[in-house]
């Protein structure tokens, strides 16, 4: 299993295509940002301190959600192309099993999710930086890698649920488009949470991989936003976290870390089941 998922990787990272569109959410995020959503968000809460370092901080750590999907969604492809090209049924006859075989891509697309997180977490890093931020302390960032590996396993699971369906190529690149678009607003990343319908804001908040988003949001935020709300009435910050899916609430319910963590472990370990059952039925 691990030297098929070694000829995943380097196949993958060969291609250097798919290397870059697999961070193509992440560029577009990046530019919306910087040239038209950064001053919206700014200006929205003008008068405060440190303001744009809390909603660089607040995008950034969306888009590391964000990038555990779009980029392990980029690795299966090998997945797909193995099926196009009729590789798979070579797989099949090595002394490999089933199992190991589907192994193998998911510790590949896993290990590149991990890799272009921390990329990611490089260039947002720098970004925030660049606008007058501060690097994020060292307890955070071990918090941050924490987050990058266990929202890497969990946010997998329903992006192997997805290709499980797919045997071509065109349709595989559809849903990542598909997938690219509607994960931004999913996240809360090009609207904020609050903003949305109730009934959508229900839908948000039981997609898995916006709970991961939160996760980031609550560790990455928490020095700007003590700067930023130093003083403020504990009313005043609910209503920001709320507004902004920094936290979720569900009615008068609070959803706490634990909560969303346990959240996406059960999400995880049902999406997995499936996409299990769904490989080993085409297998077939």
């Known amino acids: 299993m691990i030297n098929f998922a070694k000829r995943n990787l380097l196949v993958f990272f ?139 396993f969990t946010n997998l699971s329903f992006v192997l649920f997805v290709v499980s369906f797919f045997k071509s190529n065109n349709a595989f690149a559809t849903a990542s488009s598909i997938i690219g678009t509607l994960i931004g607003f999913l996240t809360g990343i090009y609207l904020p949470i609050g903003q949305l319908p109730s009934a959508i804001q229900w839908v948000v908040k039981l997609f898995p991989i916006s709970h991961s988003a939160s996760l980031f949001r609550q560790v990455m935020m928490a020095d700007p936003a003590a700067v930023t709300f130093a003083g403020a009435p504990t009313e005043a910050v609910q209503s920001f976290n709320e507004l902004m899916g920094v936290k979720f609430w569900f009615g008068t319910i609070e959803i706490t870390p634990l909560m969303s963590i346990a959240y996406m472990l059960i999400a995880a370990a049902i999406f997995y089941a499936l996409a299990g059952f769904n490989l080993s039925r085409k297998a077939k």
């Open 14 to 152: 060969k291609d250097k295509a798919s290397v870059f569109f697999s961070l193509m959410a992440v560029f577009i995020i990046i530019g919306l940002y910087a040239l038209f959503l950064g001053d919206v968000w700014a200006s929205s809460f003008e008068g405060m301190s440190g303001v744009r370092y809390l909603m660089d901080s607040w995008i950034m750590a969306g888009l590391l959600a964000v990038t555990s999907v779009t980029t392990t969604m980029g690795a299966f492809g090998i997945m797909v192309e193995d099926k196009v090209k009729k590789i798979t049924k070579d797989i099949y006859v090595s002394p490999l099993s089933r199992s190991s075989i589907t192994g193998g891509y998911i510790l590949s697309s896993f290990t590149i999710g991990i890799v272009m997180s921390l990329v990611t977490l490089v260039l947002v890093e720098l970004y925030v930086v660049a606008n007058g931020g501060a690097l994020i302390s060292f307890s955070v960032l071990l918090k941050v890698l924490g987050l990058i590996v266990f929202s890497t």
